[in-house]
């Protein structure tokens, strides 16, 4: 077979430059490509919608807790545009609170000592909730104390 030299074309400029290329932080990312980390968005209508993934992010981690031993209960309420979780466990460290769900790949799973059992996304699960919700609260109870933050769309508030 006997090789064909093709014509050499100039390349149409697009406006390609150094100011093209851009970089995003963990929640612009998030924001801008959902589908990465939910699947579709969807309206809430189908079972397999992006907000039912993120529901089950949240409750997954209360369900490591009680698979370790931590905690009875799992309290869930769901009302208009709203999903309250509550577990009983050992709560985040308090130093962390803010940590886990605002930096990707930040978690304690994957230490196995600490979690031999797991069923979340292993560091991204909490923070796609957290840039996807315009209103996403964390609260963490260790040994009596208290620490909360409060974020949206990803941005702490508070």
Same mark, same amino acid.
């Given at each position: /077979?006997?090789?064909?030299?093709?014509?050499?074309?100039p390349?149409?400029?697009?406006?390609? &430059?150094?100011? !093209?290329?851009? =970089?995003?932080?963990?929640?612009?990312? %998030?924001?801008?490509?959902? @589908? /990465?980390?939910?699947?579709?968005?969807?309206?809430? !209508?189908?079972?397999?919608?992006? %907000?039912?993934?993120? $529901?089950?992010? $949240?409750?997954?981690? =209360?369900?490591?807790?009680? $698979? /370790?031993?931590?905690?009875? &209960?799992?309290? %869930?309420?769901? =009302?208009?545009?709203r999903?309250q $979780?509550?577990?009983? @466990?050992r @709560? %985040?460290?308090?130093?962390?609170v803010?940590?886990?769900?605002?930096k990707?790949? &930040?978690g304690?799973?994957?230490?196995?000592?600490?979690f031999?059992? =797991?069923?979340?996304?292993?560091?991204?699960g909490?923070?796609?909730?957290?840039?996807?919700?315009?209103?996403?609260?964390?609260? !963490?109870?260790?040994?009596?104390? /208290?620490?909360a933050?409060?974020? !949206?769309q990803?941005?702490?508030?508070?």
């Amino acid at each position: /077979m006997a090789e064909q030299q093709l014509p050499v074309l100039p390349a149409p400029d697009h406006g390609y &430059t150094e100011d !093209s290329i851009r =970089s995003l932080d963990w929640r612009e990312h %998030i924001r801008l490509r959902p @589908g /990465m980390y939910i699947g579709k968005l969807g309206d809430g !209508s189908a079972y397999d919608d992006g %907000i039912y993934v993120l $529901v089950k992010e $949240v409750i997954d981690n =209360s369900i490591d807790e009680h $698979v /370790m031993g931590h905690g009875r &209960t799992i309290d %869930i309420k769901i =009302s208009d545009h709203r999903v309250q $979780v509550r577990d009983y @466990g050992r @709560g %985040i460290p308090l130093g962390k609170v803010v940590d886990v769900v605002s930096k990707i790949n &930040t978690g304690g799973k994957y230490d196995s000592k600490v979690f031999q059992k =797991s069923v979340g996304l292993n560091g991204v699960g909490t923070k796609a909730v957290n840039a996807l919700s315009n209103y996403f609260l964390v609260q !963490s109870v260790r040994e009596g104390v /208290m620490k909360a933050a409060e974020f !949206s769309q990803g941005n702490l508030v508070q």
